[in-house]
T-cell receptor, first 108, second 114 residues
């Protein structure tokens, strides 16, 4: 069993829909990353959070440390949001453990 | 402010050769981490450098090595390349090591071993 599990693995939705991607982890952590990877490979850090909730534009990330669970929400989704979204947790000293990623496709 | 720069972007090597990849962190960042991404294994941590010292290492064979220079630029080297080393290699820089600082990723170097 992976230490970081994401669901769903693939998600296709229509433009404008509300999107939720989930991340569960089995190890004790102090912080969690949500990353976005577009075709071509480059990774962009969306959020780093250790408690509560963060919002940036149409993106919202929440984390529940007690339940070892985090969610990434996208409101009013747009085709340009199509990407792979990756959850990663810190296991101390900059060692990141990654989920397998969620491939999101938003159709116009 | 320039982002994290990785060179080269693409590379094709043959089995048995060695390869060196370069990562220039964001100006002022002193911590550099390296990751390997393959379709089968996803993203995996290779190693992390801070102030020219390796602070942490993932579960990779000794053929994978790295170093960091005084200007914080980092290189990773893979010797005796195997087909399974074909992957996207990503580096990330942060101001300091540890989980409290945000990491910024480069575009990656896509290595193909034939």
């Amino acid at each position: 069993k992976n230490e970081v599990e994401q669901s769903p693995q693939n998600l296709t939705a229509q433009e404008g829909e509300f999107i939720t991607i989930n991340c569960s982890y089995s190890v004790g952590i102090s912080a969690l990353h949500w990353l976005q990877q577009h075709p071509g490979g480059g990774i962009v850090s969306l959020f780093m959070l250790s408690s509560g909730k963060k919002k940036h534009g149409r993106l919202i990330a929440t984390i529940n440390i007690q339940e070892k669970h985090s969610s990434l929400h996208i409101t009013a989704s747009h085709p340009r949001d199509s990407a792979v979204y990756i959850c990663a947790v810190f296991q101390g000293a900059q060692k990141l453990v990654f989920g397998q990623g969620t491939r999101l496709t938003i159709n116009p | 402010k320039a982002g994290v720069t990785q060179t080269p972007r693409y590379l094709i090597k043959t089995r048995g050769q060695q390869v060196t990849l370069s990562c220039s962190p964001i100006s002022g960042h002193r911590s550099v981490s390296w990751y390997q991404q393959t379709p089968g294994q996803g993203l995996q941590f290779l190693f992390e450098y801070f102030s020219e010292t390796q602070r942490n290492k993932g579960n990779f064979p000794g053929r994978f090595s790295g170093r960091q220079f005084s200007n914080s630029r980092s290189e990773m080297n893979v010797s005796t390349l195997e087909l399974g080393d074909s992957a996207l290699y990503l580096c990330a820089s942060s101001l300091l090591p540890g989980e409290v600082t945000e990491a910024f990723f480069g575009q990656g170097t896509r290595l193909t071993v034939v």
